[in-house]
């Protein structure tokens, strides 16, 4: 069953408890997602690859329900056609304790996801596009009116214009500005510019140190907290090849010393005081032979992610659960 983004109100959890989203609007999809909710406590969310590790544990864990637990509201990112027979079995039991919502991509018409969603009677579809310039620009435009915020035409254009259809690119920006403005700086062209051009790395910093040290549920976490997209694809592959090679150096240096805190003391460049523990936990999990095969692989990676950038961010995020999946590789 088909329905707008602007028709959610006409979904009733308690009857339709397996819902479809999906599209690159992920602004968009993210405050659909909290209207559905705001009346629940108990949201979980999932990536596609840990359902499929174990989609038998999974099933029994949604089915299992305490006398004292409110309604579950399931949230399961980045979801394929992989997952139909889940979702067909899902159906067939017909749970009416739990919401189920799978949020993709976008998705071609022929897609098993899609077409299953889209043909059934009482399990909802809902397609997100990008919003076009006309809906950020009022976006935009009521922000700075509610803010008391005065700005040219001019420069919410070009604010508009590193959105790439996205509100929630919109929304960030907007708060960077506002951010910018309150500590009494002036907002000149020049400083829009620099403001919306900031390339903050520092979620992707974060989640491939988390893979390298194999923390798995930090990782989890990250990725149920950021947005990456597509256009994020090459950064990460090339972050994470850069912090492989230089884990590489300190294993060459390590096997040298035979002492972890020399090692790492004597790291050139330093190692900031604050990454020295994770630091720690990478060397222990890598030995220069395994680094130099995961290099070899983020190589390869490259290349693929460049050949396939419709779904490049899915490639990616697979590729870094199975490495954190993975045990040590000493």
């Given at each position: ?289 395994k680094i130099r095969t995961l290099i070899y692989r983020l190589n390869e990676l490259e290349l693929i992610v460049k050949k396939n ?22």
């Amino acid at each position: 069953m088909i329905i707008k983004s602007y028709d959610l109100s006409k979904i009733n959890l308690n009857e339709q408890n397996i819902i479809l989203f999906y599209g690159k609007n992920e602004g968009l999809k993210k405050s659909s997602i909290l209207t559905l909710t705001k009346n629940l406590t108990e949201i979980y969310n999932y990536e596609e690859k840990e359902i499929l590790e174990n989609a038998v544990g999974f099933l029994e864990s949604v089915l299992t329900k305490s006398l004292f637990e409110d309604k579950k509201f399931i949230i399961i990112k980045r979801a394929t056609d992989k997952l139909i027979k889940i979702i067909e079995e899902i159906d067939s039991r017909k749970i009416k304790d739990n919401v189920f919502l799978f949020s993709a991509e976008n998705l071609e018409k022929k897609s098993k996801l899609r077409s299953f969603f889209e043909k059934s009677k009482k399990n909802i579809c809902v397609a997100f596009y990008p919003d076009n310039e006309q809906e950020l620009s009022n976006l935009a435009y009521s922000f700075f009116k509610e803010k008391n915020i005065s700005i040219s035409p001019s420069n919410i254009n070009i604010i508009i214009g590193k959105c790439n259809g996205d509100r929630e690119n919109l929304i960030n920006e907007l708060e960077k500005i506002e951010n910018f403005i309150s500590n009494g700086s002036k907002l000149t062209p020049e400083n829009i510019a620099k403001l919306i051009n900031l390339n903050e790395n520092f979620s992707i910093t974060e989640l491939i140190d988390n893979c390298l040290a194999k923390n798995k549920k930090k990782i989890i976490k990250i990725l149920n907290e950021n947005n990456f997209y597509d256009e994020d694809s090459i950064t990460i592959t090339r972050v994470f090849l850069n912090k492989s090679k230089k884990v590489l150096m300190l294993l060459k240096n390590y096997q040298i010393n035979k002492n972890i805190d020399l090692t790492i003391s004597s790291a050139k460049p330093p190692i900031f005081w604050k990454d020295k523990e994770i630091v720690k936990q990478q060397i222990n999990m890598w030995s220069p032979e395994k680094i130099r095969t995961l290099i070899y692989r983020l190589n390869e990676l490259e290349l693929i992610v460049k050949k396939n950038l419709g779904n490049s961010i899915k490639i990616i995020t697979d590729f870094i659960l199975e490495q954190s999946s993975s045990k040590s590789n000493n």
